[in-house]
Structure formats: C-alpha cells, structure tokens
C-alpha cells in the first residue's frame, strides 16, 4: 500500500491537510515523507494514500520532490532554509564565584 512515491495527506500533528510523498520505507509502521510537510518520520496511522504515485528515488532531495509537486500542480509552501554556519567566535565571559561570608549573630 505504502510505496516509495506514493502521494499522501497528513491528518494529524502540525503539519495536517498537507501533501506529501513517502521517500522511504523504514519498517511497517513508520515511512520517511517530504513535501508541504517538513521531511520527518512519519506513523502510517497519521497520513492518508491517495490514488497517485511519483516517479522518485528512494531518499530524494527536497528540490526533486518540489519539481514533481509544480507538475502535478500542486500547491508549494515556501519554506526559508537557515543555513548553519561555523560555531560563533564569542567567547563567553566567565563568571566570577561570590563567596559569602558568615555573620556572627
């Protein structure tokens, strides 16, 4: 039932009413899907097949999915990618320890 390919809707969490397209097969209950969706593990119970299938690799990139998506006409949503730079060259400054001292009574 579930195909590397297939055309699905996620009908819960965060990203639910969304396509996406199974881009792997993990084991019998988790598939590994793109699209509208955010690329993630994904429970079979969560996300409803539909009747189309993609011709795409087994883990196909993010950009071929979109390809595909344009020529079925599908609506794209437009994600900013962040893209990670090199740790930061800030240091942290370093605390001081406060010592209190004792108060005779």
């Given at each position: 039932?579930?195909?590397?390919g297939?055309?699905c809707?996620?009908?819960?969490?965060?990203?639910?009413?969304?396509?996406?397209?199974?881009?792997n097969?993990?084991?019998?209950?988790?598939?590994?899907?793109?699209?509208n969706?955010?690329?993630?593990?994904?429970?079979?119970?969560?996300?409803?097949?539909?009747?189309?299938?993609?011709?795409?690799?087994?883990?196909?990139?993010?950009?071929?999915?979109?390809?595909?998506?344009v020529?079925?006409?599908?609506?794209i949503?437009?994600?900013?990618?962040i893209?990670k730079?090199?740790?930061?060259?800030?240091?942290?400054?370093?605390k001081?320890?406060?010592?209190?001292?004792?108060?005779?009574?």
């Amino acid at each position: 039932m579930f195909e590397i390919g297939r055309l699905c809707i996620k009908n819960s969490g965060r990203d639910a009413g969304e396509y996406c397209v199974v881009v792997n097969i993990i084991d019998d209950n988790f598939v590994l899907i793109d699209g509208n969706t955010r690329r993630k593990k994904c429970n079979i119970k969560h996300i409803e097949p539909l009747n189309k299938v993609i011709k795409i690799k087994k883990n196909a990139p993010r950009e071929e999915i979109h390809k595909m998506f344009v020529s079925l006409k599908l609506n794209i949503k437009k994600r900013r990618i962040i893209k990670k730079s090199g740790k930061s060259t800030k240091e942290k400054p370093i605390k001081k320890k406060v010592v209190k001292k004792k108060v005779k009574k």
